[in-house]
T-cell receptor, first 116, second 113 residues
């Protein structure tokens, strides 16, 4: 059982380059999330998707776009990377109804992104 | 808007002792859920304990328990009989309607042998 799979694990970009972080879950979860983790700031929500076909902004959406391709996949795109986007990115998902509201998040292993 | 605050960036505790990590939050919703997650150096996020806001009884999971004060919007985590494996970052999280989940900035806990 793979759980939540993120690719790639590491990435180095130059300023202005674009890239897409991929996330897939095999637990039939409705909700999926993208967070970034920076020292001293915890995990900050970038975007989330409460169900297939819907996406909502989180706390720090600027500079990012997302696509909920289907129930399994939720991708995060950086159109023009900036050094301020250097971070560790986590994808997560949560259990399906009727447990969704009180169920915990299941996390991927993270992607370490460096923008030079 | 929802917020989660953890006022202790770093804490340390002697092995076998008890430590309490603080968390306060703000939300205008009446139904919500609170969680504590642990992140060891491996970077993996691990659920420690959860609490439903409508339940007055504090949640307990083995050596981990919470003190949930709804009126004060406080949700502290108590770790009893601390072990070396408890050394990690600890994050408090708030889950509100539409499945939005917000985290606090974290507390770095070191267990000293």
């Amino acid at each position: 059982n793979a759980g939540v799979t993120q690719t790639p694990k590491f990435q180095v970009l130059k300023t202005g380059q674009s890239m897409t972080l991929q996330c897939a879950q095999d637990m039939n979860h409705n909700s999926m999330y993208w967070y970034r983790q920076d020292p001293g700031m915890g995990l900050r929500l970038i975007y989330y998707s409460a169900s297939e076909g819907t996406t909502d902004k989180g706390e720090v959406p600027n500079g990012y776009n997302v696509s909920r391709l289907n129930k399994r996949e939720f991708s995060l795109r950086l159109e023009s990377a900036a050094p301020s986007q250097t971070s560790v990115y986590f994808c997560a998902s949560s259990d399906p109804p009727p447990l969704t509201y009180n169920s915990p998040l299941h996390f991927g292993n993270g992607t370490r992104l460096t923008v030079t | 808007a929802q917020t989660v605050t953890q006022s202790q960036p770093e804490m340390s505790v002697q092995e076998a002792e008890t430590v309490t990590l603080s968390c306060t939050y703000d939300t205008s919703e009446n139904n919500y859920y609170l969680f504590w997650y642990k992140q060891p150096p491996s970077r993996q996020m691990i659920l420690v304990i959860r609490q439903e806001a409508y339940k007055q009884q504090n949640a307990t999971e083995n050596r981990f328990s919470v003190n949930f004060q709804k009126a004060a919007k406080s949700f502290s985590l108590k770790i009893s009989d601390s072990q070396l494996g408890d050394t990690a970052m600890y994050f408090c999280a708030l889950k509100t309607s539409y499945d939005k989940v917000i985290f606090g900035p974290g507390t770095s806990l070191s267990v000293i042998p």
